[in-house]
């Protein structure tokens, strides 16, 4: 891949990363309501709507150039030499790989702008300070403790010392598995049949479809990765792992999120049945939002990525 192009991907993705992130902040503050802990209306309901802007301003454009610059690069890389039938493998790849970059970016962001949106009360300085008093810079990396997929519990231990890195990566790396093959898909498939290269509108319409399904499957994940940056220092759900995040939700709370009982023994008394479907509805909180965001998002997102890359090259 030509300097050229590198700095076309990195300029292009640091300008669509801002764009997304600060046109969807309202939606993205109602969706980390939903998931909180202490319930919609508690986090703030429709109250500072734009509280955590700051953080996300500051963010977005390193951590989307970060994105893009490795994404283009694995997979100008990975193009060489494969054949058609391996290309969503190389998509799956260099998604993965940009995501493990730029989530060192984008942890400490997310961790500061999800604090802030469920205390809106507080500034972005105040709260980023009062992490780094309480936790340190470890707080700041809050539930990843591994650089690959959250499944393979025998990396989450050996790494445990990492306690954010894991959940981001544990949810984004799933999402752009999904996200980017599908993405290229569709463009691929929409290319052949109008038999020219799409238009970054057509690119931006694959991109909704593709964050749309994406954001649908991946909701527990991110339900997860939301509970574990808003817990206290020394909670179960500090510790950053994942699998007893999901765990926790299923069996102790209720319909979108909101606590059935927290007394164990109650809960307990519930037919497995109903706390099963309650549980796995508490998995899915703020799916609605969630999806309207990242298919709008994934059209803003990649339909500017794809124009601000044309106008550069």
Known sequence: MEARESWAALAAGGVAGVCVDLILFPLDTVKTRLQSPQGFRKAGGFRGIYAGVPSTAIGSFPNAAAFFITYENVK???????????????????????????????????????RAQVSPSSSTLQILSRTLYH???????????????????????????????SCESSYKIP???VQFPLWESLKDLWSWKQGHVVDSWQSAVCGAFAGGFAAAVTTPLDVAKTRIMLAKAGSSNASGNVLAALGGIWRTQGLSG????????KTSSCAPRQRSELGCLSLFAGVVPRMAAISLGGFIFLGTYEKTRQLLL
């Not at 058609?84 to 493998?89: G, I, S, V």
């Not at 810079?137 to 306690?163: H, N, P």
């Not at 909101?258 to 023994?265: C, E, M, V, Y």
Request: with cysteine.
């Open 76 to 114: 100008s890389m990975l193009y060489h030499g494969s054949t058609p039938y391996l290309t969503p493998a190389a998509h799956m790849v260099a998604a993965s790989l940009g995501e493990v970059v730029a989530c060192l970016i984008r942890v400490p962001s997310e961790v500061v702008k999800q």
């Open 135 to 165: 936790e340190g810079i470890q707080g700041l990396y809050r539930g990843y403790k591994s650089t690959v997929l959250r499944e393979v519990e025998v990396w989450v231990r050996a790494v445990s010392g990492m306690q954010a890195f």
């Open 175 to 177: 999402f752009s598995l």
């Open 258 to 265: 909101k606590f059935l009982n927290t007394d164990s023994r």
